[in-house]
């Protein structure tokens, strides 16, 4: 499922971010790690990012645009999707989970390099962590399949909006 060949500038990554080990607060990893890429349009790159952090700066910056997937503490009802389209670190929720200083680091690093992509976020509203578990609670694991469709269509509207610069 993970591609990593050599990446075209015009490709999408679709990255899922969170500790696996901590429950629902690995919610963008089980994202990545049950999804069925066949859905998808060609030429879309899936990467486990676990809890990466700068490790990710040169996936990240070698595609035109990214969709991250991870877990938020935000106080909303567990299971809440919501789509951001930050594009400082500031605009990243401050309730993100547990690796939010690590994304909020690498959003400046790449905006000051001048490498920064298009950025979508995905998050799924969590209530708690727990550590040494890989179960997802029942809202959060309803979350994760009801996100594939909304990720597969944003993609689609990326690549028109693409195709009409082109064009």
Do not use: C, W
Not at 8 to 26: A, P, S, V
Not at 32 to 59: A, E, R, V
Not at 114 to 135: A, R, V
């Amino acid at each position: 499922m993970t591609n990593f060949s050599l990446f075209d500038e015009n490709d999408i990554l679709i990255l899922g971010i969170g500790n696996y080990l901590m429950g629902d607060e690995g919610a963008g990893v089980h994202f990545i790690k049950n999804l069925d890429d066949s859905f998808f349009p060609p030429h879309i790159s899936f990467i486990d990012g676990g809890t990466g952090g700068f490790t990710l700066i040169p996936f990240i910056e070698n595609h035109q645009t990214v969709i991250m997937v991870d877990a938020t503490r935000d106080g909303k009802k567990p299971g809440s999707i919501t789509l951001l389209n930050p594009r400082f670190s500031n605009d990243f929720p401050i309730s993100l989970s547990g690796h939010n200083f690590g994304l909020k680091d690498m959003m400046d690093i790449m905006s000051l390099q001048g490498t920064l992509p298009e950025m979508y976020l995905f998050t799924i509203s969590i209530d708690k962590i727990e550590p040494m578990n890989i179960e997802l609670s029942p809202e959060v694991e309803k979350a994760i399949r009801e996100i594939t469709p909304m990720i597969i269509d944003l993609v689609l509207k990326i690549r028109k909006k693409q195709k009409q610069k082109i064009d």
